[in-house]
């Protein structure tokens, strides 16, 4: 069983309505017992990083998540601001954030782009992976495009956590793994058969 955390942020019925496609047996928590309870996590979110880490302790959900995914080492997966969140904070505000990677948060940094790009990053875009044998790639097309919408990117301390590049002005971290922790700036609910493949080893995954 997946279980989508709810904590006020994220696109939880178009991910809900993806994994239903799939058959992946799935639910929605938002309460302590439903994430104590998770065999595996879904973390989505959209918008910015200081009210979406707001909304998460005021759920009274970062206890129990902390429990599931570092102690207990349940697989966990995060989406778009949802992966930013899991990191140890972001230039968009003041606020700490999961630290489930050790990574950083970055705005695009437009005077280092191979040219004018518009900001957020809005659309398709290609993937290359970086680990290509984490088991999350499986069978992925290739090239592999994802729908993006971000004015930020997570940037590794650790170059061996990217698990995804893409580029746009310039190369950065597209999705981040690390143990039972994987994480993707992109949306896979949005993303048609990539997104799919992805969805779809995420709830085999046995880390």
Same mark, same amino acid.
């Given at each position: 069983?997946?279980?989508?955390?709810?904590?006020?942020?994220?696109?939880?019925?178009?991910?809900?309505?993806?994994l239903a496609y799939l058959g992946v047996?799935?639910?929605?928590? $938002?309460?302590?017992?439903?994430?104590?309870?998770? /065999?595996?996590?879904?973390? +989505? !979110?959209? =918008?910015? &990083? %200081?009210?979406?880490?707001?909304?998460?302790?005021?759920?009274?959900?970062?206890?129990?998540?902390?429990?599931?995914?570092?102690?207990?080492?349940?697989?966990?997966?995060?989406?778009?601001? $949802?992966?930013?969140?899991?990191?140890?904070?972001? /230039?968009?505000?003041?606020? +700490? !954030?999961? =630290?489930? &990677? %050790?990574?950083?948060v970055r705005r695009f940094d437009v005077?280092?782009?191979?040219?004018?790009?518009?900001?957020?990053?809005?659309?398709?875009?290609?993937?290359?992976?970086?680990?290509?044998?984490?088991?999350?790639?499986?069978?992925?097309?290739?090239?592999?495009?994802?729908?993006?919408?971000? =004015?930020?990117?997570?940037?590794?301390?650790?170059?061996?956590?990217?698990?995804?590049?893409?580029?746009?002005?310039?190369?950065?971290?597209?999705?981040?793994?690390?143990?039972?922790?994987?994480?993707?700036?992109?949306?896979?609910?949005?993303?048609?058969?990539?997104?799919?493949?992805?969805?779809?080893?995420?709830?085999?995954?046995?880390?």
């Amino acid at each position: 069983m997946l279980t989508i955390v709810d904590y006020g942020v994220g696109n939880l019925a178009s991910i809900a309505n993806m994994l239903a496609y799939l058959g992946v047996a799935h639910r929605i928590a $938002g309460d302590e017992a439903g994430i104590l309870s998770a /065999e595996r996590l879904l973390l +989505p !979110g959209i =918008g910015a &990083f %200081d009210p979406a880490m707001d909304k998460l302790r005021a759920s009274g959900l970062v206890a129990p998540l902390q429990q599931r995914v570092m102690a207990d080492r349940v697989p966990v997966l995060g989406i778009c601001l $949802g992966m930013q969140i899991m990191c140890n904070g972001s /230039e968009e505000g003041q606020r +700490p !954030g999961l =630290g489930w &990677f %050790d990574a950083d948060v970055r705005r695009f940094d437009v005077a280092r782009m191979d040219q004018r790009r518009v900001i957020p990053h809005m659309g398709w875009n290609e993937v290359q992976p970086m680990q290509p044998e984490h088991p999350v790639l499986a069978g992925l097309p290739q090239p592999s495009r994802f729908y993006f919408v971000h =004015g930020y990117h997570v940037v590794c301390r650790d170059p061996a956590d990217e698990l995804l590049r893409c580029h746009y002005g310039y190369p950065f971290a597209a999705g981040i793994a690390h143990g039972n922790r994987v994480a993707v700036q992109f949306h896979p609910e949005k993303s048609h058969r990539f997104g799919m493949a992805l969805m779809a080893n995420f709830a085999n995954w046995q880390p």
